[in-house]
């Protein structure tokens, strides 16, 4: 597929560029006393992501303050059950708060998705600029910088620490800005409609939508299951 060649391409971090760690998750459920192996984590991660919008996620000071950080907590309270672990000196609901306050102090959606690295490389290697818009809990550009990812990017746009979050587009323009480019030479790649694609529209940049689980069939938007295969269309293939 022969695609227009933008200048930038802005990038989403979770379930687009990298994924629940699962052995990590594992380790802290563990930590607090329920028991879950990381094999079952990841056979439910698919189950749990379908659902992933419909938690309260808060992703800047305001957000929280209208209503507490609990989307996380929830969301992986969801994993737990889906993944069939038994609770032990605590409950699910409790070792799920306990994981989402480990996930504050290191980014738990660290796993760094298939082929990703080469198609940023990829990217980076055709001329073509990147940066994040994430809509994070101020922890996104440590954690892109401890996988390795950063090398790639000219710049992270973090929700929690620009105090502005998507669909508004004014994030997205904080990173056009940054960069000096016009949204016309943008694109958005990220997976959840009412955040990436909205948002992106919003601000004048094409989106792009991930969508490996084919939730969005007949949605007006390009949709794509990875960011690899994004650049082999863009690019052409490796």
């Known amino acids: 597929m022969s ?7 802005l990038l989403d ?25 990381a094999q079952a984590l990841a056979r439910v991660e698919s189950e749990a992501r379908r659902g992933l919008a419909q938690f309260g996620w808060a992703f800047t000071r305001a957000q929280e303050a209208a209503r507490p950080k609990t989307g996380g907590a929830q969301f992986f309270e969801r994993m737990l059950d889906l993944a069939g672990a038994s609770a032990g000196t605590s409950t699910l609901g409790e070792a ?8 504050l102090e290191q980014n738990i959606w660290c796993r760094v998705g298939d082929g990703v690295e080469e198609a940023l490389a990829r990217l980076k290697a055709a001329g073509i600029r990147m940066a994040v818009v994430s809509n994070s809990e101020g922890t996104v550009e440590a ?5 390795g990812l950063d090398r790639y990017l000219e710049t992270v746009v973090d929700s929690w620490v620009v105090g502005v979050a998507k669909p508004d587009p004014a994030i997205f323009q904080i990173a056009l800005d940054r ?9 958005m790649l990220g997976d959840v409609p009412a955040i990436d694609v909205d948002g992106a529209r919003a601000a004048g940049v094409t989106p792009i939508l991930i969508d490996p689980l084919d939730m969005y069939v007949g949605m007006d938007v390009q949709r794509v299951p990875d960011v690899a295969t994004y650049v082999a269309q863009l690019l052409g293939p490796r």
């Open 3 to 9: 695609q227009t060649r933008p200048a930038v391409v």
């Open 179 to 187: 960069l000096g480019v016009p949204a016309s030479a943008a694109v």
């Open 13 to 37: 971090v979770g379930f687009t560029l990298t994924f629940p760690d699962h052995a990590m998750i594992a380790r802290h459920a563990t930590s607090a006393g329920v028991t879950v192996g």
């Open 143 to 147: 954690m892109l910088k401890s996988v």
């Open 96 to 103: 799920a708060q306990h994981i989402w306050a480990r996930h």
